[in-house]
């Protein structure tokens, strides 16, 4: 019985921190945030869709998945041919890229911590982390830092991203290591990777996507 009563009070402490999180969170929403998206979107319904964004509702998500939804599951399903053509580009981008999943991660986190995207950073930092990448790269990564000493698979994907999105080009010497490194679809695919998922950090912010309690990882906020 002992046993029990441990596991019950552990649950309960469990279910109370649960419940107390999401009260902190949702207090601290801005006005124009909804609690159930935490965003200033509706939530999307199967029911208020036409018969071809019923058909990719059922596709992508099944048709009795009811949610909650957030990020861009929540906001794709707005714009249902969009979630319809983006669905098929991000699942391919996301899982076989010829560049591998871990680079592949790697890449997203750049493009979160360039464009300040915490929701990306919350969703993919771990995974990142569970595909093999070492913390250290992480680090560099949410802390800006350079990239010395990284294995140069690495260094390439940071450098790569941070040429595009700061000086607004790639340098002939980067695209030629990511040719040596990746093929010239690999070196392709980077972009896009990114591209991808600056489309999806654009409208988190347009919609001021708020991050579900659970998800615990965080950029640190540069200056």
Request: glycine letters at 6%; hydrophobic letters at 45%; charged letters at 20%.
């Amino acid at each position: 019985m002992t046993g029990i009563k441990e596991t019950f009070t552990l649950s309960l402490s469990a279910i109370l921190l649960t419940i107390a999180m999401t009260a902190t969170a949702q207090d601290s929403l801005p006005p124009d945030v909804r609690a159930d998206t935490l965003s200033r979107l509706t939530p999307a319904k199967r029911e208020d869709l036409d018969e071809y964004g019923k058909s990719v509702w059922d596709r992508v998500l099944g048709p009795d998945n009811t949610g909650p939804f957030y990020g861009p599951t929540g906001f794709y399903f707005h714009m249902p041919r969009v979630a319809d053509g983006m669905d098929l580009i991000n699942n391919y981008l996301r899982y076989e890229s010829v560049i591998g999943r871990g680079l592949i991660e790697v890449a997203i986190c750049v493009l979160a911590r360039e464009f300040d995207s915490q929701y990306e950073w919350a969703s993919h930092a771990p995974i990142a982390l569970d595909e093999g990448v070492p913390q250290e790269v992480i680090d560099v990564i949410a802390w800006n830092r350079p990239v010395d000493g990284l294995a140069p698979e690495y260094s390439l994907v940071i450098r790569y991203g941070r040429e595009i999105f700061n000086d607004h080009k790639l340098s002939a010497e980067t695209w030629a290591e990511a040719v040596s490194l990746f093929g010239q679809q690999g070196a392709l695919e980077i972009g896009a990777i990114m591209a991808d998922y600056a489309m999806a950090a654009v409208i988190l912010h347009a919609v001021d996507q708020h991050i579900p309690p659970e998800r615990t990882a965080r950029m640190p906020v540069l200056e």
